[in-house]
């Protein structure tokens, strides 16, 4: 049978339409595709570290509910039902997931000969769930990888082997065009308010807190900036205060005040810190993620996160604010009304709306530019 051609007048609506309703397409800059992701930070960007550590079993995310919604329903230590930010990040520049965990390539699982193919073609996972920049941080939940040795793998081994590979001009430029994802802030401050609160401070003031904190956070990044990095995207902190884990704590169900208070700091010293190297790392970009602005904007615009399709935003999704997640734990019956995955980590839903608003030219949101700007040609 003939295939009906649409009337001339069908065609002719197609082409105003096309004409009216598009907005002209133009290419003000050319964006490459990174060769590789490589991803530093916690619990939102883990892709599996924590299940080759032998003492961090409770904090591996390898166990049901963990990961039902993933492509195979199969736990692979994302601290979600899904996909985590480094997945989607990755996602967004051209990747299908977050590149593997270093542990995962060295410790076994994945055969040595691979280890070369994989960082020269899709990068490295470093994060840790529950590690901090502070070297200490974590250490009550298990055993975790911290900041400063996520950067040691990099600089040392894995720039090592790509030296190796590519040659020295080739490993630097390799590194140089690499996209390089940041997760920080969350696990040093739940750590920092659950010291005050056993009555054990260790700094004493938030000020001295946020000192050492963004020192080693900002060596760490020069060291890396030392052996190439340049294009760097930071996701700053949620409004920590308002995870399940400390609303459970709070006898209203409300935020704990100055663990928010420390992630706006903690946002607001990012910014300065990266405002201030200029000179020192000269050719660096990168783009901040504001998560607290954006889960506060949810948190104060509940209709607004209902046209988003979130319907709950306090409770978690597996288990409650006071229960983790784990095989036996309840489950939320639709996992993308919710924003939060179990009492620290978000759903896969969550995970897209934010990343969304990391690309999108929204400055409340993600500044000095986007995530997708970090990867303009120059
Ligand atoms: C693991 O935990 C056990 C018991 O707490 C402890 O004896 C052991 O030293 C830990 N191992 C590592 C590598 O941290
Ligand atoms: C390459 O990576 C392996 C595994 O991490 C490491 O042991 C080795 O030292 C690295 N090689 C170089 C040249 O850095
Ligand atoms: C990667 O390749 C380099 C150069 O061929 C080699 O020296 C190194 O051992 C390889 N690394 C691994 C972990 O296989
Ligand atoms: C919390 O207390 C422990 C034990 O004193 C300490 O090692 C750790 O550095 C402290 N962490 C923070 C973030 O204050
Ligand atoms: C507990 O929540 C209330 C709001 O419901 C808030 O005013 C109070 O500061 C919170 N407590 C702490 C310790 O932050
Ligand atoms: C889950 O919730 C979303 C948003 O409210 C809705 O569109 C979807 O149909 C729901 N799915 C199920 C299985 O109920």
Redesign the pocket.
Do not use: R
């Given at each position: 049978m003939a295939t009906k051609f649409p009337r001339p007048w069908a065609w002719a609506l197609y082409l105003v339409s096309m004409v009216v309703l598009t907005p002209p397409r133009y290419c003000s800059s050319v964006r490459i595709v990174p060769p590789a992701v490589f991803v530093i930070g916690g619990t939102l960007v883990d892709a599996g570290t924590n299940a080759f550590l032998p003492n961090s079993t409770a904090i591996a995310a390898n166990f049901p509910f963990y990961g039902i919604d993933f492509f195979d329903s199969v736990p692979h230590g994302r601290s979600s039902n899904g996909r985590v930010v480094s997945d989607e990040v990755a996602r967004r520049i051209g990747f299908e997931m977050s590149p593997p965990s270093y542990l995962s390539l060295?410790a076994g699982g994945y055969p040595?000969?691979k280890?070369?193919r994989t960082i020269t073609s899709r990068g490295v996972n470093f994060a840790s769930a529950f590690s901090g920049v502070l070297s200490s941080t974590g250490r009550a939940y298990g055993q975790v990888v911290p900041y400063p040795e996520q950067v040691r793998q990099f600089s040392t081994s894995v720039a090592g082997?790509l030296t190796?590979?590519l040659g020295q001009p080739g490993s630097a430029n390799f590194i140089r065009q690499s996209f390089f994802l940041f997760s920080v802030g969350v696990g040093d401050t739940v750590e920092y308010i659950q010291n005050l609160t056993a009555g054990r401070p260790y700094y004493r003031s938030d000020d001295l807190f946020l000192d050492a904190f963004i020192s080693q956070f900002v060596g760490g990044l020069l060291d890396l900036y030392a052996v190439g990095l340049r294009r760097s995207g930071i996701v700053a902190p949620p409004p920590i205060g308002c995870l399940p884990y400390f609303r459970a704590l709070n006898a209203t169900g409300g935020c704990n005040a100055r663990a928010n208070s420390l992630s706006q700091a903690i946002y607001q010293r990012l910014t300065l810190a990266l405002r201030s190297l200029g000179a020192s790392a000269p050719g660096l970009i990168y783009a901040i993620g504001n998560t607290y602005r954006f889960v506060s904007d949810l948190l104060a615009f509940p209709e607004g996160a209902a046209n988003c399709g979130l319907k709950e935003l306090r409770a978690p999704c597996c288990g409650n604010e006071a229960t983790p997640c784990s095989p036996t734990a309840t489950l939320c019956r639709n996992r993308t009304e919710y924003w939060f995955w179990d009492q620290y980590s978000v759903t896969e839903y969550a995970v897209g709306l934010l990343v969304e608003a990391f690309f999108s030219d929204n400055a409340d949101y993600v500044s000095p530019i986007n995530f997708g700007q970090l990867l303009i040609k120059y």
């Open positions: 060295v040595s000969y280890f070369n082997n190796a590979v």
